[in-house]
């Protein structure tokens, strides 16, 4: 499946932005949805995952609260709801598809080309 992240830029501490990341596949819905992101210098690391039917989500504990992952299998999308963002989410962010939830970066086989989000203080 291949899969492209979009809605990224900048915005100011405090501030919302929502991530979204278009699939092409028509089995879509039969896959797992992951956000993940990487710092400068820093290794990737996992944000959020929702289930093939959404029932079932998983978040790191530093964006718990304040992120919320959600997809629209009728247009083969997932989203990624981030809210009050701090300078410490400024990463690029990736989306990953993968046969079932997972934290793990080897859970999912598909990753797109990700997208810069950036929080000034």
């Known amino acids: 499946v291949q899969l492209q992240e979009s809605g990224g830029g900048l915005v100011q501490a405090g501030g919302s932005l929502r991530l979204s990341c278009a699939a092409s596949?028509?089995?879509?819905?039969?896959?797992?949805l992951g956000w993940f992101r990487q710092a400068p210098g820093k290794e990737r690391e996992f944000v959020g995952v929702?289930?093939?039917?959404?029932?079932?989500?998983y978040y790191a504990d530093s964006v718990k609260g304040r992120f919320t992952v959600s997809r629209d299998n009728a247009k083969n999308t997932v989203y990624l709801q981030m809210n009050s963002l701090n300078s410490e989410d400024t990463a690029v962010y990736y989306c990953?598809?993968?046969?079932?939830?997972?934290?793990?970066?080897?859970?999912?086989?598909?990753w797109g080309q990700g997208t810069q989000v950036t929080v000034s203080s």
């Open positions: 929702i289930s093939w039917f959404g029932d079932i989500t």
């Open positions: 990953a598809a993968g046969p079932r939830p997972s934290t793990s970066m080897e859970g999912f086989a598909s």
């Open positions: 596949s028509r089995t879509f819905g039969t896959y797992a």
